[in-house]
């Protein structure tokens, strides 16, 4: 039953509405830049871009409050009040084709305005406002080539669709790589019928200096999904690699990269493609990979208390060394970490809470590389305290009792972070094998200069640090400690030369806060013996001043260096650069 009018109320839903319209209208016009900086190759803008794009939700929030305090006054608290508005703001955004978005920018609104606020579907879309059945991708929104096509004509045609505004190096020579590609791996295990069909979704996905069509083929009875990266140099764009692998497509898909920047005009139906494509990804997760990342918080939410419903575990410590910034614990259960800072911060940490949130923040709108974990924010999260194993509620009293409030049989966490839980390097370590161990270490390694390459220096590279994912890759996560690689000056040690300084208990020349001796590195990154002197050789450079000053002066010159997000032997033309 629709809701009386009510000019009070009316007034704070045009607001709300307005501010969202606002957020949603902007967010499109940063996206349909990315095209455009594709083909201008201007990537630097595309980056910057892709920065405002983040700080866009925070910003017009920010405004849409102020606006809805000062109508509202001295009933920012009224849970009738709040009780209808979201019966009359459900009934406004009906039928909108990004409604689920909108649901989540009033939740972000009551959130900031309502005092102490718990979680109350009454008041707030905790749930979805209406039932909304799940989604059939809309055959409008990819192209379809028939199966009974010849190969050359379907990619050549693909090819012509997705017209990038300037030439392609070598057209015919990208064809014939696509054409191989679906030769070696569809062709040689299935045959193609009158039902064989491929499919491309519309939209074509920006990130850092590459684009990327995301498709699927029927064939054999099933959807065999795939990816096409596209790049674009000084020669033109052409087809970078041809993708089936379902791990290196999840990989590109990760928590551990930066959002796509895309034009999405009706998101539920692109989630429900990617659905179909990207396999194991949860729909929070693919609405953050294509930058609805508060959206994707809400699904989050969502998709974390069905779970809390039908589980009887305890929340207990996560497993690793105890940090002396962070208190972690998880429920083991599901694949997710709880991180609160703690109130007081063992030596030599000397920082405050804020400058804390101010790394993860800087994290939250930098580009990841696939090598740092993306995270949730929360202010007072919810969870029943009879889950609380007593030796987390302990250290969780001792070490963050601050951020904690008791309320009846339910613990309040007043701020945390959330992030994926990966297996600290140091532990897997201990018990993998040799092979194994050789191979996470280069990747240990990798994840480092990666980080360097996109101006990130992680200050404390200790094993611990690091975690490895299901599909073997090494990532950051402790980000109390990182700084721009351009702000920090690498040096050589300063070679004694009397006796004194030799074996002098401290050192005997000046270091500054952000002097950097690589050589030191070998002292502590790994401790597995049996395997170091592998890691030292394959990453002998690391060690070197002049390696890292180089990666210093590329940055310093404003180029963006791109990294791969997939082998750089599956690349059809590796040596050719971007």
Not at 202 to 209: A, G, L, P
Not at 267 to 290: G, R
Not at 390 to 409: F, M, R
């Amino acid at each position: 039953m629709k809701a009386t009018e009510d000019p009070f109320m009316d007034t704070i839903i045009d607001e709300i509405l307005k501010g969202y319209e606002s957020y949603i209208n902007r967010f499109n016009e940063f996206s349909q830049r990315a095209p455009i900086n594709f083909r201008q190759r201007n990537w630097n803008e595309l980056q910057q871009n892709h920065k405002k794009r983040l700080r866009l939700y925070k910003d017009v929030l920010r405004l849409t409050i102020q606006n809805c305090q000062e109508i509202l006054s001295d009933r920012c608290g009224d849970k009738a009040l709040w009780s209808d508005l979201k019966t009359r703001y459900s009934e406004a955004i009906a039928g909108r084709p990004d409604e689920e978005l909108a649901e989540s920018f009033f939740n972000s609104v009551i959130r900031k305005i309502f005092p102490r606020l718990s979680i109350d579907n009454d008041l707030m879309f905790v749930l979805p406002g209406r039932i909304r059945k799940p989604l059939e991708p809309d055959e409008s929104l990819f192209h379809t080539y028939p199966g009974t096509w010849d190969l050359t004509i379907i990619f050549r045609k693909m090819l012509e669709d997705f017209d990038f505004g300037v030439p392609y190096y070598n057209k015919e020579e990208d064809i014939a790589f696509l054409v191989s590609g679906v030769k070696e791996v569809i062709l040689t295990r299935y045959a193609p019928s009158l039902e064989t069909k491929i499919q491309v979704l519309k939209n074509v996905f920006f990130r850092n200096k590459a684009a990327y069509l995301i498709g699927r083929t029927y064939i054999g009875g099933k959807w065999m999904p795939f990816l096409i990266p596209f790049v674009h140099n000084e020669k033109g764009v052409f087809v970078d690699t041809l993708i089936f692998n379902p791990n290196i497509m999840s990989g590109i898909f990760s928590y551990t990269r930066s959002y796509f920047m895309a034009e999405i005009k009706v998101p539920a139906q692109v989630i429900s493609f990617l659905t179909s494509v990207i396999k194991n990804k949860k729909i929070h997760e693919l609405y953050n990979a294509i930058g609805f990342n508060k959206h994707g918080k809400t699904e989050f939410y969502r998709d974390f208390l069905e779970h809390l419903s039908n589980s009887g575990d305890q929340f207990v410590l996560a497993p690793g060394i105890k940090g002396m910034v962070m208190t972690v614990f998880t429920l083991p259960s599901y694949n997710i970490v709880f991180k609160l800072i703690k109130d007081h911060f063992d030596p030599p940490k000397n920082m405050t809470r804020l400058q804390v949130k101010e790394k993860y923040k800087l994290v939250s709108l930098h580009d990841r590389v696939g090598r740092m974990a993306d995270t949730h924010e929360f202010e007072n999260f919810h969870l029943p305290l009879d889950r609380i194993h007593p030796e987390l509620l302990k250290e969780l009293k001792n070490t963050a009792n601050s951020l904690l409030e008791i309320n009846g049989k339910t613990l309040i966490i007043k701020h945390c972070y959330t992030e994926r839980r990966m297996e600290p390097l140091n532990l897997y370590l201990e018990s993998c094998s040799l092979e194994e161990a050789k191979q996470v270490v280069e990747e240990y390694g990798n994840s480092i200069l990666q980080l360097a390459q996109a101006n990130i220096f992680p200050g404390d590279m200790m094993t611990k640090n690091f975690g490895v994912t299901r599909q073997k890759r090494v990532v950051f996560y402790d980000y109390d400690e990182i700084e721009f690689l351009k702000d920090m000056n690498f040096r050589e040690k300063p070679k004694p030369t009397s006796y004194e300084q030799l074996y002098a208990a401290e050192p005997w020349y000046d270091i500054a806060a952000n002097d950097v001796f690589p050589e030191d590195f070998k002292r502590f990154m790994i401790g597995r013996a049996d395997v170091r002197a592998h890691f030292f050789q394959f990453h002998e450079r690391m060690f070197d001043p002049d390696y890292w000053k180089q990666i210093q002066d590329t940055l310093k010159k404003g180029e963006l260096i791109h990294a791969f997000p997939y082998p750089e032997n599956i690349r059809f033309r590796p040596n050719e650069g971007i």
